[in-house]
Structure formats: C-alpha cells, structure tokens
C-alpha cells in the first residue's frame, strides 16, 4: 500500500516564505527521504547464514516518516515526522527448527495526527510544527505563533462536524519502540506511548501505564497525567523509558512547560519473569512530580541504575515562554549550567543536585552504583556512575533541521570553551558528602559516538561493552546543508577504559582517556585493543546497531549487532533514490566486529532513523491478548443531503474555505 504524496520532482520547493531552495532539504532527499510504500510480512532472501538465535525473534526499528511531505522547501527537522515501524522477523520454518526465514514488514504507526492527516483532503504539510521552525534563531515571533496557531486550530478542527478522526493526543510515537510487561510500546516525548502488536506492527491503541486501548478491561482509574487541567501535558513521556531486566518495572519521567517541570513514575510488572522475593511489594509511581529542576527543558534522556536515577537539567530549553524573551522556544544558553539531579529510584522527592560545565546529552548508555573507599576515613561509600554521549554545544539540533547555529549572544567563559564534538563520557556522582560536585567526567574516547546500546541484561549494572555509531571525517553537528551519516561501528570496552582513568585520571570535564582518532584506532593491531570498530565500505551507511546474545555464549561480547545498511551508489546525480533502491539488514559478529554474518537482502529501502529493539521469541509470543486494533478509515468525500439545513451548509462551505487555507 502506498501513502502520501506525488513524485518529488514535481513538487514545489520554494518554501512558504517565498525563497527559492538551491536543494532540497538534506533530511529530506536520498535515503532520508519517507518512503510512502508498506508492505505486510513479506519474504526476504539472505546470504550467509542466520544464527539460530534469531529464530522465533523479531527486530524492529522506529523512525520519523512524514506522510504530508509535497512542499519540500518547507521547515523541516530530522526529529519530525509520522512514526513509522521497519522490522524483520525471523520465522521459524518448522516446530521446533532453529532454522529461520525472515520477512520484512513496515507499518505507519496510526496515531491521531497520522490519522487525521490522511483523513485531510487539502493537507500538504505536517500538522505540528517542524522543529527545525521552533530552533530557528531567525524565525520571527509572528512566524513561530502563526505556526503554532495554525496546529492549534488544525487540532480544534478535528473535533468539529466533518471530521473523520479527532486529535486527542498530539505524538506522532516516532522515536523509539521498547517492550514491557506483555506490550511492545512505540514512544516519543510528545505524549504517552503506543502499544504496537507483533510481528505485524499493526497499531493497537495509547498506553497509560495502566492499560492499553484495544484491550481488554483491565485496571481502572487515571493513568500517566491523573487528572487535573494539566493532565495533557503530564502525560508526555520520555521516548527513552528504561525496563529494569531484574525487576521487570518501567521506569520513566514526564517533561512539561508548566513547574515543577517533571513528573516521575515508575510502573511494576504483572508477568514477572524474576524471582518474587526480589521485589517483595511492587511499587507504582504515577505521574510524582521532582522538586529542582530550573525551568522548561528538551529533555530527552535520563539514567537509570538498580537503585538510583538521575535527572538531566540541561541548559536546552524548551520553553514557550522564550518568546516572551524574544528567543526560540527551543534554546541553548552556553553561559549556563548543567545540573544532574540524582535520587533513589523510589524516592524522587529525596534529590541531590551536582552542576558541571554546559553540555547537551540526549542519549545515556548506562548507569550503575558501585562503592569504593571515603577520601577522608577509608570506610565504604555508594557512588552512581553513568555513561553519556555528551555534546559540547547544540549543533546537532540545528544541523539536524538545515540550519546554521546561532552565535552566542553573551560572552562564553573561557572555562566554559570547548571544541564541537560529541563523545562518551564517564560520570561519577559521590553520595557521601555533602559537597554537590561530581567526582569525576570525563570523555573515554576522542572517537564520535551516539546511539549507544549494551546487552540488556547487563543495563542498570556495571557492564563491560557499550556500542554504539560514529563516523569518520565529521562530528555528529554536521555542516549547514549536510546530514549525519554513520559509517562506523563502534564497541567500546568501558571497563577497561574507565579503569585506566581512574588509575590516571584525565583533565576533569574536557580530558579523555583515549586520544586516537577513528583512522588509528582501525590501523591498530592490538589484540586486546579496548576500542573496536567495524567500518562500512565505501558508500555504505548503518543505522543504529542493537545486541542480541548468542545461547550460552562464553562472554558478555558473545552475540551479534544488528542494523540496517544503506548503499549509496543507488542515489541518481541529484541524490535522490530510485523507488527501486533497497536497504539490507547485517548481522554482524560482536566479539570479533570484523565479520558480516547473514546478510539480509530487503524488498525497499529503510529510511535513515531512529532507534529499534530486539524481540525475542517468547516476548512475541506472551503479548498480552488484543480485543482491535487502529485502522485508517477510507477517505470520504463529504456530500451535503439536501435536506440538511442552510446552516450546516454554510458550515461545510466554511470548513472547506479553512481546511484549504491551513494546507
């Protein structure tokens, strides 16, 4: 089934302001581009040979994929656009087999406004407002209001006589894709997670944290927002929660425009997969608010360890009232502070805050407690260690919507002054005084890295290996009219690194353990070299790679990355793709990161995106029973009876005239 739009070369590329587009934009042509075509649970050829593993499993990626997309000078943003599901599922061919076939299947996720757009006759452009609108230093604030005014009424409009489907929620759930307790959810910030069924991505309806619509009547009462006028907005959820694999408990925070800022909740499994005795009274936390955090902010990410969570309070903000201030509603203050708010998982209101120099994080990879001996006395003390992709500066925020970074307009503090990079970071917060400075942070690499991901059974414990993307001749701000492309794969040995830089500790804030770059760490011939790295060939990208363990595998290593690839070489001389390009899935081995395992030939292209998770057989097979699920309704084409009375006429010409004048 094919969605949206015509052909892009037919399209008009001067934006709304009138300028004529030299290119179209770097997120939206070659293989960033949407692509309008899904396909159920379609066979797959392969070469190599599919580890039995996979057998039974699924994996599954999430990504923006706008469905209105005919004015490609428009504003746009890499972080915008309808959620959209690519998976390969592993088949298995007999009772029993450890043999499998895949089959590739992507799906829109149906979401309100997905749903609403397709039910639009006149609508050629997003119904939110592009990111990419909101950063702008150079919008104007008549600009910005009109844009979120048009949406505001867009929403209003859709409750009204003539609509096909009301816009109660305004997430388009194209972030992530997690599973817990019997449900895989799709998330993003902008509101509570999606419930997606499995293998067939079909959408089944919001979750709330209690239940799930399309199913069965289950638990009752509020969910995520409990009630109140604001309950809209305390709803929105982080698009990375994190699924303790002891406890099984999801946790998670809520980011809002009103104080206290953020919300806390934390929700129990009921199909335990653990032990009874490790979580003796389950906790439920819905929607607490955490005292401390300064103002509205883009928070994106947080950390999570066994017993402890920290809070990123960042100077990002993402505020309308900065247009009361005439800034963007999506700002970075490089004169500002970080502050990271650390509190016992089941007692948010216990927080202690610690500042460091100004940074943006969007992604952690790791947190965990550890003791260790008291400077002063010698005796044991916890401490909470987390690993970050730290940014020095907002670039990517920008770069990701086409657009130049503003220059500060306040004199940066020489202390404060960093080169543009983006790395992993090691962060150690102490609990046994009450001095609020962080013990130690710094980079474990000089080596790009983002999208990191670990085995899952090692998360919220000291693991040893963090993988995650790089690339090799640019940071991940790219330069005005260019897109971050991975091509590298990298897998770090934390514990080794984070060892030598104890044992010698590096300038705090702006050191590194390990200064080579991403050229000299591929001519290395160590053996044991903590940093590894599987390079694309030339003209192929990756996506992000997710681990998936061999049975009663030797190491912690002992599996294979999954991710989808790209070449190239199938983009024509204007950098667009063919509609018969194609992406493939590698399997790659995670000991050696050297060989390519199976090669999964897909039947279309995969669009460049977000982040996916691995399901394994038995998850796919406990999903919790479904009563429907979300369908798009046939687009009508409304009639008017003559019978019906001149007002409803005149209302129907009236909505007509608006519908067209908000495309």
């Not at 979120?148 to 972030?175: C, D, E, W, Y």
């Not at 959810?185 to 902008?190: F, I, M, R, V, W």
């Not at 070449?567 to 509609?579: H, Y």
């Not at 029973?625 to 798009?632: A, G, T």
Request: aromatic share 8%; charged share 20%; net charge neutral.
């Amino acid at each position: 089934m094919k969605y949206g739009g015509g052909d892009p070369e037919e399209m008009d590329v001067a934006d709304e302001q009138g300028r004529d587009r030299k290119h179209v934009h770097p997120y939206l042509t070659g293989n960033f581009a949407p692509i309008q075509l899904i396909q159920p649970l379609t066979r797959c050829s392969h070469t190599g040979r599919i580890p039995p593993e996979f057998a039974g499993g699924q994996y599954v990626r999430n990504g923006g994929n706008p469905v209105t997309n005919e004015m490609l000078g428009r504003d746009a943003h890499w972080f915008d656009g309808d959620g959209m599901l690519s998976g390969v599922s592993f088949r298995k061919t007999g009772a029993g087999s450890a043999r499998s076939q895949p089959e590739f299947v992507n799906q829109y996720i149906l979401t309100d406004v997905f749903l609403s757009s397709m039910t639009s006759k006149y609508l050629t452009t997003p119904i939110l407002p592009s990111i990419a609108t909101l950063v702008n230093p150079v919008s104007s604030l008549v600009r910005i209001t009109l844009r979120i005014f048009r949406t505001l009424l867009l929403v209003f409009l859709s409750h009204l006589p003539g609509s096909q489907q009301a816009i109660k929620k305004i997430s388009v759930a194209n972030t992530a894709i997690l599973y817990h307790d019997g449900r895989a959810l799709a998330t993003c910030e902008s509101g509570p997670p999606m419930r997606i069924a499995l293998p067939g991505l079909e959408t089944i309806g919001w979750y709330n944290g209690k239940r799930a619509e399309g199913e069965s009547a289950s638990e009752a009462g509020s969910g995520f927002g409990g009630d109140g006028i604001l309950r809209f907005m305390k709803e929105w959820t982080t698009a990375h929660p994190r699924v303790d694999p002891m406890t099984s408990e999801l946790i998670s925070f809520h980011s809002t425009f009103a104080p206290p800022y953020i919300h806390y909740s934390i929700i129990p499994a009921a199909q335990n997969s653990f032990s009874k005795a490790a979580l003796l009274e389950p906790v439920r936390l819905l929607t607490v608010p955490v005292a401390g955090v300064s103002s509205a902010k883009m928070m994106h990410d947080f950390g999570v360890s066994r017993r402890h969570t920290i809070i990123m309070d960042l100077p990002l903000s993402l505020d309308p009232l900065n247009l009361a201030k005439n800034r963007p509603v999506v700002s970075y203050d490089p004169t500002a502070r970080s502050r990271f708010g650390v509190f016992p998982r089941y007692e948010p209101e216990n927080v202690r805050w610690f500042e460091t120099n100004p940074c943006c994080i969007f992604h952690t990879a790791n947190s965990w407690e550890s003791t260790g001996p008291k400077p002063k006395n010698g005796d044991e003390s916890t401490v909470v260690n987390m690993l970050a992709c730290r940014l020095t500066s907002a670039s990517l925020v920008f770069s990701a919507g086409d657009i130049a970074a503003p220059v500060p307009c306040a004199d940066i503090p020489i202390e404060n002054q960093e080169t543009d990079q983006c790395r992993l970071y090691y962060y150690q917060f102490p609990l046994d005084t009450d001095a609020a400075s962080i013990r130690h942070q710094w980079a474990l690499s000089a080596v790009p890295f983002e999208f990191p991901s670990l085995r899952e059974s090692k998360s919220m414990a000291a693991a040893k290996f963090i993988y995650g993307c790089s690339v090799s001749d640019s940071s991940f701000g790219a330069a005005l009219g260019r897109a971050v492309k991975i091509d590298s794969l990298v897998k770090m040995n934390v514990e080794e690194l984070i060892s030598r830089g104890l044992r010698n500790p590096p300038m705090q804030i702006k050191g590194c353990v390990d200064v080579r770059s991403v050229t000299e760490i591929l001519a290395s011939k160590e053996k044991d070299d903590p940093i590894k790295i599987f390079k694309m060939p030339p003209g192929w990208y990756a996506q992000e790679p997710r681990f998936i363990p061999r049975d009663a595998g030797t190491s912690e290593d002992d599996g294979w990355l999954v991710s989808y690839v790209f070449d190239e070489s199938q983009l024509d001389s204007n950098g667009e793709c063919a509609p018969s390009a194609k992406s493939e899935l590698w399997i790659i081995d995670a000991k050696n990161m050297t060989d390519i395992v199976a090669k999964i030939q897909l039947p279309q292209r995969v669009p460049y995106g977000l982040h996916g998770s691995w399901f394994s057989e038995d998850q796919i097979k406990n999903q919790r029973p479904v009563e429907s699920l979300r369908s798009l309704p046939p687009v009508k084409t409304v009639t008017i009876p003559a019978q019906v009375s001149y007002g409803a006429k005149l209302w129907m010409g009236l909505r007509k005239s608006i519908e067209r004048f908000l495309r």
